[in-house]
Each structure stands twice: as structure tokens, then as C-alpha cells.
């Protein structure tokens, strides 16, 4: 959904990072080019075909980050938005990051900090907003985009059960089974 707002809001390119392929294909068929970050450096990937980086950059993941064989890397995301952003760039991050994490990875991890390349951070200029969407801020002018035909977001809708699946969809949403990435319940 980072991606189709950035392509509403004119967006002229909008890369998306993923490994998993079902999401890469709903990227590019909303007109973002897919990146799969299995097939080599996501920051290199965007270089090669930017020139140098992007304007912006946003980390819709937050801390379960994971390189491409599975293993959390909290930092991940963020530390490749500053290689990929170019100077006075801008970074957006909404992804979750929280001020515990038990499971963490690392003893840093588990109490919420984080190795960041705050060098390149600084030394790049970039500017970072960060936190949870204020939907109440939004929701009328989505409402109206959607109504107006402008918006079409349902497109990321992989499943539409009935409210009884609840309990089995959040299990296979949580052990990330392909198709269960956005799941609409009904009464």
C-alpha cells in the first residue's frame, strides 16, 4: 500500500523490495518495479537503475526484517534506505519497531536499539518522519479517492473468508502461508 499511495500521490518511479513473489507481482502490477532482494543487494539493484538512488525511500517492514534466508536482521530495512536515498533525501518509516522485543535477534535488539549506519545517515543529510498512521487525518479524503474511482486498493485483498476462519487465517497469516498476506473476514 506504500507503494500504490507513492504512485496516487505522482510518484514518477516507485520501487518495491520483497522476496516473496505473489507481492512483487501485485507491485509491478500497480506499476512499481519489483525488486527481489534474494537476487542481490536491494540498495545496489535501485542504484543501477536510478543513477545513484532514490529521492525517498520508506520502510513499511519495521524490526522483522529478514535477509533472504529467513534471518532477522531488525536493521535491515533502515540501514538500506540510507545506502539507497540519495543527499536531502527523505526517509519514512512506518514499518513497527518496538521498545522490547523479547525474541529479538541480539541483546540490543530484544531492548528495542538498533545498529544503524547513523555516519552515512548524517553524512548524507537525510531527514526521517516516523510513527503510526493518524488514519483519522486521512480516512475521509481515501474515502473520497475510492468513491471517486481514484483509488482501488482492494486489489491487495488475497482472501475473503468467512468471520469462522478467523482463528485458521490468523495462523497461516502469522506463518506468512502464501495467499493469506491481506485477508477480509465477513459476519
Same mark, same amino acid.
Given at each position: 500500500?506504500? @507503494?500504490?499511495?507513492a504512485r496516487l500521490r505522482g *510518484?514518477? =518511479?516507485v520501487f518495491v523490495v520483497d522476496k516473496v513473489p505473489e507481492r512483487l507481482k501485485l507491485a509491478e502490477d500497480i506499476g512499481a518495479v519489483p525488486i527481489d532482494f534474494t537476487a542481490g543487494s536491494a540498495p545496489e539493484q535501485i542504484a543501477d537503475r536510478t543513477a545513484g538512488g532514490t529521492d525517498k525511500?520508506? +520502510? *513499511?517492514?519495521?524490526?522483522? @526484517?529478514?535477509?533472504s534466508d529467513g534471518e532477522e536482521q531488525p536493521a !535491515?530495512? !533502515?540501514n538500506n534506505l540510507i545506502a539507497t536515498v540519495r543527499t536531502t533525501g527523505v526517509l519514512g518509516v512506518v514499518g513497527l519497531y !518496538?521498545? =522490547?522485543d523479547p525474541g529479538g535477534p541480539s541483546e540490543e535488539a530484544k531492548q528495542g536499539r538498533l545498529l544503524i549506519d547513523i555516519g552515512a545517515y548524517f553524512e548524507k543529510? !537525510? %531527514?526521517m518522519g516516523s510513527g503510526q498512521a493518524n488514519v483519522k487525518a486521512y480516512n475521509r479524503q481515501l474515502r473520497e479517492l475510492i468513491? @471517486?474511482? %481514484? *483509488?482501488?486498493p482492494s486489489f491487495v485483498v488475497s482472501k475473503r473468508l468467512p468471520l469462522d476462519d478467523a482463528p +485458521?487465517?490468523? =495462523?497461516r497469516f502469522d506463518q506468512r502461508e502464501q495467499g493469506y498476506s491481506k485477508v477480509v473476514l465477513r459476519p
Open positions: 500500500m506504500a @507503494a500504490y499511495s *510518484a514518477s =518511479e525511500g520508506i +520502510d *513499511a517492514v519495521g524490526y522483522q @526484517a529478514t535477509v !535491515l530495512v !533502515l !518496538l521498545p =522490547e543529510g !537525510l %531527514r468513491v @471517486a474511482g %481514484r *483509488a482501488n +485458521d487465517a490468523y =495462523e
